[in-house]
């Protein structure tokens, strides 16, 4: 199964994708998580990265395709791949399709979780973050067992730079002007499964089950 996920910054897509990754045995491959972790290793493509992501803009094209070109081709991904976050622009959608054209293992489907604007702004004020293994929390719809600690690994919980109110403004233009554009793409290759992204983490999560025909 390959899936991509695509949605509004803090639509849920991270959320969905760890369930999805269990449910189907799959690797998720998370750009932006990707990209922290270059981060946090102080690596020459973290430092690169770090500049537009602080500021709520879209990291350059051609270094994220890179990053997809190679971790494709990894072992884990012989059974499919979730993607969360990628693609997010035309170029880079048009670079998924030629790859995975070559490796002749075209996407299956397109989950688009839905969610309006406003939402969105009131929910990235309450997640946080583990900067070690990337599970994230939300202090009303995924709390954490012990307050500010990751369930996962025990690192202390953080909030994104990118989440702060500000920056997720100018994510979410970014996101209308760039990233919604690949609805339309998508749905040209009839690949769209359009899901109610508001309600609490179970209900969206039966929506998205449901819209892919699984129990
Ligand atoms: P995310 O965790 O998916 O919300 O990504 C956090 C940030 O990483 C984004 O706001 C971008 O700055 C950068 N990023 C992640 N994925 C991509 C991508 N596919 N294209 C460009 N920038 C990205």
Redesign the pocket.
Known sequence: MRLILLGA?GAGKGTQAEMLTKLYDIPCI????I?REHISNNTDLGKQ?KA??DQ????PDSL?IELVKSRITQDDCKNGMIF??????IP?AEALDAMLADLNIPIDYVVNVEVPDELIVDRMAGRTVCPSCGASYHKISKKEDIAGICNACSTNLVQRE?DKEETVKK?LEIYHAQTEPLIAHYKAQGKVLDVHGVGTVEEVRAAVKKALGVN
């Open positions: 910054p998370s750009t932006g998580n990209f990265a537009y992501m709520g803009q879209l990291v994220v969360d976050g990628f693609p997010r622009t880079q990118d994510r």
